[in-house]
């Protein structure tokens, strides 16, 4: 079963708002990593926080990680047309010498200029 | 500029016959992944490899097997396709594990299975 939920599945905001995402998962885990993907593409990596981490920022990002809720949410700040989007978590647990990652199935964010 | 490429955009094939996705990366990663993408599934690994000629399953392993003769290349078969495995195909390449790493994307392979 998947690990991660993402909540909501799909998110519409305008141009200049913030987006929130989270997400949850059932297990204990090394690090949870936020990536995206524009529509027909592959994933790109935006931003990794480790188990002992709270927050971390990059640019026009926050994440929070609450490994007691088991729980993570993405802070888009200032949105723009461009972030346009699904967005998904993906936990991270070493496992037998590999570092095993489960992806959740995602939020679809539009960004309305 | 790291990069990982996937052999086809966009592959329509019949029920039956033997198809190839080969994924190359350029960034001398140790492990490879490749996973299929549906709607309302998100993303599920099929087989991953954290070496040359090694090879481990996944979640959803059946229908299909993996090659990995170098280290840059790992080619995803169906053995015999079927229309359930009409899905978008993603490779991914990270650097060895053992530290906290990103997982690096192709561009993906939409295979439609007729």
């Known amino acids: 079963s998947q690990q991660g939920e993402e909540d909501p599945q799909a998110l519409s905001i305008q141009e200049g708002e913030n987006a929130t995402m989270n997400c949850s998962y059932k297990t204990s885990i090394n690090n949870l990593q936020w990536y995206r993907q524009n529509s027909g593409r592959g994933l790109v990596h935006l931003i990794l926080?480790?188990?002992?981490?709270r927050e971390k920022h990059s640019g026009r990002l926050r994440v929070t990680l609450d490994t007691s809720k088991k729980s993570s949410s993405l802070l888009i700040t200032a949105s723009r047309a461009a972030d346009t989007a699904s967005y998904f978590c993906a936990t991270a647990l070493n496992s037998g010498g590999y570092q095993k990652v489960t992806f959740g199935i995602g939020t679809k964010l539009q960004v309305i200029p | 500029d790291v990069k990982v490429t996937q052999s086809s955009r966009y592959l329509v094939k019949r029920t039956g016959e033997k198809v190839f996705l080969e994924c190359v990366q350029d960034m001398d990663h140790e492990n490879m992944f490749w996973y299929r993408q549906d709607p309302g599934l998100g993303l599920r690994l099929i087989y991953f490899s954290y070496d040359v000629k090694m090879k481990e399953k996944g979640d959803i392993p059946e229908g299909y097997s993996v090659s990995r003769e170098k280290k840059e290349r790992f080619s995803l078969i169906l053995e015999s396709a079927s229309t359930n495995q009409t899905s978008m195909y993603l490779c991914?390449?990270?650097?060895?594990?053992?530290?906290?790493?990103?997982?690096?994307f192709g561009p993906g392979t939409r295979l439609t299975v007729l």
């Open positions: 991914a390449s990270s650097p060895t594990s053992g530290s906290p790493n990103e997982q690096f």
């Open positions: 926080i480790r188990s002992n981490e």
